[in-house]
């Protein structure tokens, strides 16, 4: 038994344990139940029925009270375990409770009543997966719109986000012209202007262009990035310039050296924008819900933080809804973390 | 090597999508051909520049300088035209207090209460921020099995929408959720810590931290990376303890790094806005209202709603977030050149 706990011990250089060992492991361990146990908790809750969802002590597995239908009575009964007044056990279906009284018969013999006192009683349970947490959003709410709303305005975002922020790096690395550093400046500018700062004269321009309660309204503010730009433009400095030299010898067009050359060359750069801009519009939260108003195009973001903010909250839906929203951000994390934490490690951009 | 990759990888089925793009692409060169021909290549580049700056310029730099005018309007009127001037009325009326030490005794008293509410949460997020991520990124740098999973770990929250993040934490902190589940274990009565005030303000700061450390726990873990190893084995030739090595040799090193990350939580914190409307919506009350939902509901979401009043609010934290971030940019600019001398 020792020697098990030797070798599971032991260490790298065969050093022994020191206290930071022990602080970090505690951190690590820790970090791991802090950073993935509020996800996992939600994910797990999503398939609990609304009754599970109310109880107090909660379960951790969805577990549902086994029901049954008995002769005489209309709707399904609850099944219970409990323990009769001459000390016998027997599974009996509840009829109704009065006070701490439980009134209930046996399935097989639904004539008579039995008194049973509530704390004489457990109910009969059995895990069960509510699928239709995630099924009846798609029929009762406009949920399949809102998702839809999402990648729409995610999907257009990011390649117009890639298009034009490519065009002006290019323009931006590749040309000598006269204003090339106030343009520059004027574009890593903007970082100091976040939306917070600009949202009601932005809503007006936008209204005044036809865009409010438009999806376009919510994807033209946010394509041209300066991080974008920054991005790419970093990226296209480390082309030799002498490709392009040859291309325009070959008698290639501006727009082709920027098509069939630059572009392709500067992949990887264009799939970290990519990765970040989906993320980004995935996300996205304030402006979209200012400039969308009518239900019927809300994003996802908007149309869960309003069901939640009811007062009523159907918490079953909305964490079935949570669940399916974070499954494309979990993707990517999964697939694509590396580009994403040599991207801010790079950059420092977020 | 690498920009040919998904080209012959994909040669299949990325031709065949490739295919309309190819022809789009095809069709417009010989218009911009044209083009090249009539303006030269300085005119190429203001074609290629052109897109950008014209979505920049209508959605970026307009509403910067409509929104002093914007401050200088009243009324409800939505389009600058329509509105009537009222000179720096707007600013004077934010700045209307009988006592400057009581956020009630003014008349937008909801702006100062905002402010004061946005203040302590600054004070005490980018503190917390700052220890929690350095703590994270000193133990990630340590020699340790499967660091990137680790590092994967801490990140993970980062990516994760505000509102989903709000919806996580609304979910664990109510009546049936699971802390008080856990707290029930050891006898606590369970507790609706989004109904106090105090705890309410807290769970603000916390999850905010939950959901963001990851990132700045990247950035210094990135400049704890850079920092040469020798230096470490030579202090430990010396018989240099520990602590002492960490503040002689790691602190200065990370400094530039660390001011970084002390500038990006500070911006980040003033602007605080999505998880907690999500999570509380500002309250209980007013206790979680911060400045930028302040700047929402009166420009947008109130009855009376005065856009005037919130683009002078927007102004002053603007002013704010600009000395934020020129601060940033001469500390970066000064790392920089540390880092060109070394």
Known sequence: ???????????????????TDIVTWIWLLGGLFVMFGPAVWLVGSSF?????????????????????????????????????????????????????VSQMVDPQKPGEIIKVNIGQRTPVRQMSFAMQNYSEPFTHFDFVRYLWNSVFVTVTATLITLVVNSMAAFALSKYEFRGRTFAMLLILATLMVPLSVIMVPLYSIVSALGLFNNLWGVILPTVATPTGVFILRQYMLTIPDELIDAARMDKASEWQIYWRIILPLTAPALAVLAIFSVVWRWNDFLWPLIVLSRKEL????????????????????????????????????IFLQRFITTGIAGTGLK | MKADSPKRTGSGIGETVLLPVRLAMGLIDAPLRWLQRVAGIGGMAAFF??????????????????????????????????????????????????????ANSCTEDTFWTAVGNTGWFVILQVTLMIIVSLITALILNRNLMARSFWRAVFFFPVLLSPVVVGLIWKWILQRQGLLNFGLYGFGFEPFTWLNDRN???????????????????????????????????????DGTRPTRAFLRITLPLLAPNLLVVVVLVLIKAVQIFDEVYVLTGGGPGTSTLYITQYIYETGFATQLRNPG????????????????????????RSSEKKGARK
């Open chain 1, 1 to 19: 038994m020792s020697r098990v706990a030797e070798f599971l011990l032991r260490r790298k250089g065969g050093k022994g344990w020191h206290w």
């Open chain 1, 48 to 100: 609990k029925s609304p009754a599970a969802l109310a109880e107090f002590p909660p379960s951790i597995l969805p577990y549902v009270t086994q029901k049954v239908t008995v002769e005489g009575y209309d709707k399904p009964l609850d099944l219970y375990e409990a323990t009769l007044p001459d000390g016998r056990k027997a599974t009996l279906a509840e009829v109704r409770r009065i006070g701490i």
């Open chain 1, 298 to 333: 809300y994003t996802l973001q908007v149309g869960l933080s309003i069901y939640s903010g009811e007062l009523n909250v159907q918490w079953h839906f909305i964490l079935a809804m949570t669940v399916v929203t974070m499954i494309p951000v979990v993707l990517v994390f």
């Open chain 2, 49 to 102: 520049l052109m897109p950008n700056m014209l979505i920049f310029g209508i959605f970026v730099l307009l509403p910067f300088f409509i929104n002093f005018a914007y401050s200088m309007t009243g009324g409800t009127a939505l389009f600058l035209p329509d509105r009537s001037f009222v000179g720096g009325d707007q600013y004077a009326r934010l700045f209307d207090c009988s006592n400057y030490l009581d």
């Open chain 2, 199 to 237: 705890w309410a303000f807290a769970a603000t700061v916390g999850v905010s931290i939950w959901a963001h450390m990851g990132f700045y726990t990247l950035i210094l873990l990135a400049g704890l990376q850079a920092i040469p190893k020798d230096l470490y084995e030579a202090a430990e030739m």
């Open chain 2, 309 to 332: 009043l919130a683009a002078a609010a927007s102004i002053l934290m603007g002013v704010v977030l600009v000395v934020l971030t020129l601060l940033q940019l001469s500390l970066s």
